[in-house]
């Protein structure tokens, strides 16, 4: 009682913050009752019937379901294996160099792109690999090669959506590897020179091997985005044609609960999302644990 008398002003603080996430994040949780009713807007939440697992039951029957979980998983292992390889490749990249000046342009430059939104990206990326006279194909033409239709050919558009997602995300995620290396003790690369190792051999044996807990602990977490492939990406450049290479879950719930108007059914399929997320949530954090020693408490 003494310790709460105390800290009063601090869990004050925080009562804001946790009224929020009370509002926003709990309370629309009553929604997922929607996944068990058959429920019509004109009649209402309580008037609706209890259908038990009909709505999945129906969406496992549904062809697209699996489609869209075969792209989702697909695409969102893509981004989370680059997701923690590029920004590991540009943090050590950037660590080499020594003009501070140019440091800080090139971090600025390579950070610039995760500020823009995806609707605007996506309108520019469209511009750059438009198979007409977008700069990507101009230049295959001067190679002598021909035009490539990235975002309306089902043989190039993952490729395309994961490597338009590491130059928007990839600046943004060295961060957390940057601080990392500044935790490197000094001392260490002095005796490395001493020994005779080079620039490489001081990020094989001394950088590497300092920043190894960091990416384990990166690497474990980032598990719980493996049914997360980007809804705001891949509805802003899907089309008709790339439906089959590029329809996930999120693009099929928005499609089944916003234009079709069945809510029940675009519940019942947010909600096995969510359940097989929270697993791999539980997974990372387990994971975490063990190979990096990360707790929440």
């Known amino acids: ?159 395309t959506i994961v490597l338009t997602n590491i130059w928007k995300e990839a600046g943004w995620g060295t961060i957390i590897f940057m601080a990392a290396l500044t935790g490197i003790d000094l001392n260490l690369y002095e005796a490395a020179v001493i020994d005779g190792a080079g620039r490489l051999k001081q990020m094989w044996h001394v950088t590497l091997p300092g920043i190894i807990p960091t990416v384990v602990l990166v690497g474990t977490l980032s598990l719980s985005n493996v049914l997360n492939a980007g809804f705001d990406q891949i509805y802003n450049l899907m089309s008709g044609v790339t439906m089959e290479t590029l329809d996930i879950i999120d693009t099929l719930v928005y499609r089944i609960g916003v234009e079709n108007g069945q809510y029940s059914l675009a519940t019942a399929a947010g909600l096995f999302k969510s359940v097989v997320s929270c697993f791999f949530i539980v997974l990372s954090y387990k994971l975490a644990d063990r190979f990096a020693g990360y707790k929440i408490f």
Not at 13 to 28: D, G, N, Q, S
Not at 99 to 120: E, G, N
Request: charged share 15%; hydrophobic share 55%.
């Open 1 to 159: 009682m003494k310790k709460l008398k105390r800290e009063w002003p601090f869990h004050l603080m925080l009562l804001p913050a946790v009224v929020m996430v009370i509002i926003f994040c709990y309370a629309p949780m009553a929604g997922i009752s929607l996944a068990f009713l058959d429920y019509k807007p004109a009649r209402g939440l309580a008037k609706a019937p209890f259908v038990g697992w009909k709505h999945f039951e129906t969406l496992f029957s549904n062809p697209n379901f699996f489609l869209a979980l075969k792209n989702t998983v697909i695409i969102a292992g893509w981004k989370l294996a680059t997701g923690l390889a590029v920004p590991l490749a540009l943090a050590l990249l950037l660590n080499e160099i020594r003009k501070s000046w140019f440091k800080r342009l090139t971090q600025t430059l390579v950070y610039l792109p995760y500020f823009i939104s995806w609707v605007l990206m996506a309108g520019i990326i469209i511009d750059i690999f438009s198979p007409t006279g977008g700069i990507v194909n101009r230049g295959l033409e001067m190679l002598g090669a021909e035009p490539v239709y990235f975002l309306g050919d089902n043989s190039w558009t993952r490729f």
